[in-house]
């Protein structure tokens, strides 16, 4: 019974309810995603950079992808992330922040993605589930297209393939190893 008293005591003590507190109010604010998007355009407005995605948890874990026209550095993703950790309170809002390129591994999302990457193997995975794998020949604002080289017992068929963005599920570059 001693023990169980002590234990109720303990929990009341001053220090607990401050610490309960903080921890209740941090968890409490949720960072917006618009403010996550709007501090990655204006520290990368002036550079080939660019954002792919932004996602903010309910636990304020942010996950920032950048991707840009010439080539990501970690030194890019190190500054990013500083300078928005520089604009946020940890007193206010504990956060968790993970900048990174978008990978080899990850499909395009945006059209400026396709553009860079005409002339690479891709493979287009259709809202029917159906697969095309060829070269990505041209993007723009509405669509790409790629042109699948097929071989059936030694006979060569080209086919270029036109997709609007709204037709696919994802597109990932082939990986050749």
């Not at 840009?68 to 890019?76: Q, W, Y």
């Amino acid at each position: 019974m001693q023990a169980r008293d002590d234990l109720w005591r303990g929990l009341w003590s001053p220090l607990l309810l401050k610490c309960t507190f903080l921890t209740e109010t941090k968890q409490n604010k949720m960072i917006s995603e618009q403010l996550i998007k709007d501090l990655t355009a204006q520290h990368l407005e002036g550079t080939d950079r660019f954002a792919v995605s932004v996602a903010v948890r309910s636990d304020n874990r942010i996950r920032i992808f950048i991707d840009s026209d010439t080539h990501v550095l970690i030194e890019h993703c190190i500054e990013l992330s500083k300078f928005i950790e520089g604009q946020l309170d940890r007193e206010v809002e504990d956060f968790e922040l993970n900048v990174s390129s978008s990978g080899l591994d990850q499909p395009y999302k945006l059209s400026r993605q396709y553009i860079k990457n005409i002339g690479r193997e891709v493979s287009v995975l259709l809202k029917d589930n159906s697969k095309i794998e060829g070269t990505l020949i041209s993007a723009d604002e509405q669509g790409f297209g790629v042109k699948e080289i097929t071989k059936i017992k030694k006979v060569i068929t080209e086919n270029t393939h036109t997709f609007l963005y709204s037709d696919i599920k994802e597109t990932k570059e082939i990986i050749k190893i």
